[in-house]
């Protein structure tokens, strides 16, 4: 579903990415993990196609990001969560969902009975769908942020640290959702500084270092590596 084949990127002189190269099968759930500063968002960008990348490829469902477009990822199949969630505060939580309905272009969806999907999924959205989303919660503003994600059916959702500023009965509360959607049959890449969690959950991870992909490998063994065990455990 994802493919990045050595990706490298800078900002302005100065390299960021380097020779990074990822990918997330369908039905996978993958981390993405790294220090502050070590290119997590700036990879998320690269995936959405915010950054152009100096070299390498970036593939969606087969199709290379740069030819595609930002506009048009949605309706390959993919769902994003950017970092610090990105709604429009000024509309209503519905308006925003609606949005990103049309922006997934899937003549197959009725954007009613996937709003009621989605509020099946957040309880906690199902009473507040007229509220203006800048004036709700961190927390439920997360719950949004993930369903805005959702409400085209992706078959990719990509994460950027969508626990940040949670609290702990709501990351367990988030987390058990993403199971959820995983296990519907949805690849997604998790990109995540709550490293325990984050590979508690996935099955694979990569170790994002100073741009540099550090390592990589099944859950379980990272959780009993040195170097992660060191940096967050
Ligand atoms: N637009 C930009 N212009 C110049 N430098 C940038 C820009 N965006 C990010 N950087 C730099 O690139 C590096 C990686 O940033 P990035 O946001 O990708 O890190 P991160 O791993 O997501 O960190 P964090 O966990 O703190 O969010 C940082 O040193 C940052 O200052």
Do not use: W
Request: charged share 25%.
């Amino acid at each position: 579903m994802l493919e990045m084949n050595s990706v490298s990127t800078s900002y302005g002189s100065v390299p960021m990415l380097r020779d990074v190269s990822l990918q997330v099968g369908p039905s996978e759930m993958v981390c993405l993990l790294g220090p502050n500063g070590a290119g997590k968002s700036t990879t998320f960008n690269a995936i959405c196609g915010l950054l152009r990348s100096d070299s390498g490829s970036i593939r969606i469902a087969g199709q290379d990001v740069k030819e595609c477009g930002t506009e048009r990822l949605a309706s390959l199949g993919a769902g994003f969560v950017p970092e610090g969630r990105r709604l429009f505060p000024t509309l209503t939580v519905r308006e925003n969902l609606r949005l990103a309905f049309d922006a997934a272009r899937n003549p197959a969806l009725d954007f009613e009975t996937q709003l009621e999907r989605m509020a099946d999924l957040f309880p906690r959205i199902r009473e507040r769908l007229g509220q203006k989303a800048g004036t709700m919660s961190g927390g439920e503003q997360a719950m949004v942020a993930l369903a805005r994600a959702l409400i085209g059916d992706p078959r990719l959702v990509v994460m950027d640290e969508p626990s940040l500023g949670l609290s702990p009965k709501l990351i367990d509360e988030y987390f058990q959702i993403v199971s959820r959607i995983r296990d519907e049959g949805k690849a997604v890449l998790l990109i995540e500084q709550n490293a325990e969690t984050a590979l508690s959950i996935a099955e694979r991870g990569y170790l994002l270092i100073r741009g540099k992909i550090a390592l990589s490998g099944k859950s379980s063994d990272l959780l009993q590596d040195d170097t992660i065990r060191h940096l967050y455990l």
